[in-house]
Every structure is written in structure tokens, then in C-alpha cells.
């Protein structure tokens, strides 16, 4: 059974870093070529997209607030990405969600994401 797990999150003050990781497991994965990326979603908010990376790592995208601060990356034989955030603020708090998508071009609309994690929290004081 495909499935995604979130680790990394927690508390941090601003202007802080955190690295969240997901990991990938099951037959899917170890199968088939998949994209992957990063969403949050605040209270009250719609799920956002935050950051892509494709299956070879060599395309990456990010929302323009996010652009500079956050790095994905992602780690092949361990079936593994991850989500470097740095500089972090107050609006950074939300729920961070791992997705992935068959196929290695990356993607960066929700709907396009197939698989999802569970979720870990951010929470970033001032």
C-alpha cells in the first residue's frame, strides 16, 4: 500500500529553520516514477501548494512567498523528500502535507497529486 509519512515539524520562533522529510513507501513507489511536493494549509485556509520537485530532482518550483527561503529536495534511493525552511515567519504556521504523483514531471496543482501524508505541524512564534 502506497503510503507517505511526514517527520520534522514542530515549534520554532521567527526567523528559525526547520527541515520537514517524507517518506515514501509501498510497491507504487518502488515501481514507478512519481513527482512529489509540499502543501500547507493554515486554519481557515485552503490548502496551498508550497513546493515541486520531479522525479529526477532537476525541476523544483515554489510560490513566490516561499522562493528563496524554503528548499525542496528529494533523495531517490530512500524514497525520500525533503523541505528545508528557513527564515520562517509567523504566516509560515500551517499543517505541512507531503504529495506525490505518478510521472516525473513535476506538477504544482493540488488536484494533480494523487498520494498524500498525514501532515505535520508548523508552528513559527514572534
Known amino acids: 500500500q ?22 515514501a513507501s509501498g510497491r507504487t513507489f518502488s515501481n514507478y516514477a512519481y513527482a512529489m511536493g509540499w502543501f500547507r494549509q493554515a486554519p481557515g485556509k485552503e490548502r496551498e501548494f508550497v513546493a515541486g520537485i520531479s522525479w529526477s530532482g532537476s525541476s523544483t518550483s515554489y510560490t513566490d512567498s516561499m522562493k528563496g527561503r524554503f528548499t525542496i529536495s528529494r533523495d531517490n534511493p530512500k524514497k525520500t523528500v525533503y ?6 515567519k509567523p504566516e ?11 510521472g516525473p514531471g513535476l506538477r504544482a496543482s493540488r488536484g494533480a497529486y494523487d498520494y498524500w501524508g498525514q501532515g505535520t505541524q508548523v508552528t513559527v512564534s514572534s
Open 2 to 23: 502506497a503510503q507517505l509519512v511526514e517527520s520534522g515539524g514542530g515549534s520554532v520562533q521567527a526567523g528559525g529553520s526547520l527541515r520537514l522529510s517524507c517518506a
Open 83 to 88: 523541505l528545508q525552511m528557513n527564515s520562517l
Open 92 to 102: 509560515d504556521t500551517a499543517v505541512y502535507y507531503c504529495a506525490a504523483t505518478l
